[in-house]
């Protein structure tokens, strides 16, 4: 009988989280959900939070179903989270507030001011991160710019998986992948930039110690131990950057010239590297490199994914009208092609809010068929999303000089079909899509790298393709898709 070794995986992403159990054999990994629940951020005031003791909540619940499931045996936990947001602490190590949700305005006018007080480029150079209004950097400007007091009182600074890690085992550090979503670190040294930092006055003393991905953080602590019946269990720092963990899971075992998505609230659309590409020209492209397992840097972009359908889907349902996304992507099927397009990365969709209106507006605003119910509007993002993908394949191929074979498309993302069928055909590529728990099983093969169990990333890789399906679209009716193309490219540019 092959030893059979557990692992729990903790994945959070913007709207859910889940507890998913892996136990492996030696050669395949199976999966089993042990809990699942909303992530539902707080506007509190004027201010927009996660609620992060709730969360921390699940994480012990996750646990405790796991144990009385009767897997006490599992042998390490890893948790991942979105990027670039955090907490703070005080000297006493007590949370300093609930973090805030990276869309909260407060940051607005910040990438202005960094640029005024630095140089976009000088930033780059430094961390080579792209820049989004949301970026760690342009957090702190916000605190200093609002004189916050709490900077004054902070001692440490955790990113979201860190403070969990962090109320798990007492332990404080940060992982590599989740601080490079941050733009506060140094691409070459992979370490903080404090002369950033001093340029932009961020206190630079509240930033830890950086760990690897697959370092084990410490083990529970004996109060969680004793709260949830379960014994001493270590707790690794994965790929804690959600995207990272993703990646890490795209079952590529050939030499082939790929691009990836991690498809979600948002869809992280990229190439992996063994090291940055910081140039004038990925400058201009505003490509980011953020950090990944095993020293790989994940050269991408941030595309505003399936947010756009999600927060449309709610706006429905405070009218009254509960769809399920099977009921949309159907509604959709039955719409016209190509009869209006949006830019899915139009600053419009970024807050939460009243999607169809903004997106009927958008459409009037640049004088084309203004979608009317939900088929047209759901068809109308998935193109757009669509032919945002092709742009991006089409910049990795100028940037690289090389042509791209096929995209690997993973995620929860994934169950829309007519996303992935339409990427297919926008973009000419044969569509490679799966896993779908892409995040979780990359951060279970990450802690199996670190328990022994599995030996490097190509190992890990082929085992996540041994275990699980993983499903081909083929492109269809070019002529109209690249006729649809250049339509598209009179309304939306690449920022
Ligand atoms: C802010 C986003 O969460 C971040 O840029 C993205 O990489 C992510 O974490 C998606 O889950």
Redesign the pocket.
């Known amino acids: 009988m092959a030893e059979l070794t557990k692992v729990l995986a903790f994945d959070f992403?913007?709207s859910s989280g889940r507890a998913m159990l892996f136990t492996f054999d030696g050669e395949k990994l199976s999966i089993e959900e042990m809990h699942r629940f909303s992530n539902d951020p707080v506007m509190a005031g004027n201010s927009f939070h996660w609620d992060v003791l709730r969360l921390f909540f699940e994480i012990k619940q996750g646990i405790n179903k796991t144990v009385l499931a009767g897997h006490k045996d599992i042998k390490a936990i890893g948790i991942d989270?979105?990027?670039?947001?955090f907490g703070l602490f005080d000297k006493n190590g007590k949370l300093l507030g609930n973090p805030y949700h990276?869309r909260d305005t407060r940051t607005s006018g910040m990438i202005d001011l960094a640029d005024q007080m630095m140089g976009k480029k000088y930033i780059f150079d430094k961390t080579g991160i792209q820049f989004?209004f949301?970026?760690t950097l342009f957090q702190f400007m916000a605190m200093k710019k609002e004189n916050d007091p709490v900077l004054g009182i902070a001692d440490k600074m955790l990113f979201m998986p860190d403070i969990f890690n962090y109320l798990l085992t007492g332990v404080m550090k940060n992982e590599y992948s989740i601080a490079s979503?941050s733009q506060l670190l140094n691409v070459k040294t992979k370490d903080w930039d404090k002369e950033l930092m001093e340029k932009a006055s961020i206190p630079t003393d509240i930033f830890g110690e950086i760990v690897m991905p697959g370092t084990v953080i410490g083990e529970l602590s004996d109060d969680i131990c004793e709260e949830l019946g379960c014994p001493k269990i270590p707790v690794v720092a994965v790929g804690s950057?959600?995207?990272a963990s993703a990646v890490a899971s795209v079952p590529v075992t050939e030499d082939y010239k790929y691009a990836y998505i991690?498809t979600?609230?948002?869809a992280?659309m990229g190439s992996e590297l063994d090291s940055p590409n910081v140039t004038d020209t990925t400058f201009q492209y505003d490509f980011t490199n953020?950090g990944g397992v095993c020293g790989k840097i994940r050269f991408l972009k941030?595309i505003m994914?399936l947010w756009i359908i999600q927060e449309s889907k709610r706006q429905w349902a405070r009218e009254g009208k509960n769809f399920t996304f099977d009921d949309l992507e159907q509604a959709a099927w039955s719409a016209e092609p190509f009869q209006s397009f949006i830019d899915p990365d139009c600053e419009d969709f970024a807050a939460p809010g009243n999607m169809p209106r903004r997106i009927r507006e958008f459409c009037k605003r640049t004088g084309q068929h203004v979608p009317e119910g939900e088929g047209e509007i759901i068809r109308c993002v998935a193109q757009s999303l669509a032919f945002k993908f092709r742009m991006v394949a089409d910049a990795i191929e100028d940037i690289t000089k090389e042509p791209l074979s096929a995209v690997h498309m993973v995620g929860g993302g994934i169950k829309d079909t007519m996303v992935c069928r339409f990427t297919a055909s926008a973009t000419g590529k044969t569509v490679l899509a799966g896993p779908v728990e892409a995040?979780s099983t990359g951060n279970a093969v990450v802690q199996l790298m670190a328990l022994g169990k599995i030996g490097s990333l190509t190992e890990g890789r082929q085992i996540v393709k041994n275990s699980f399906p993983v499903k081909t679209y083929e492109p269809e009716d070019a002529e109209n898709w690249n006729k649809a193309y250049e339509a598209y490219k009179k309304i939306v540019t690449l920022k």
């Open positions: 992403g913007a989270t979105w990027g670039v947001d990276y989004n949301f970026n979503t950057h959600d995207t991690s979600g609230t948002w992280l953020e941030n994914g995040t």
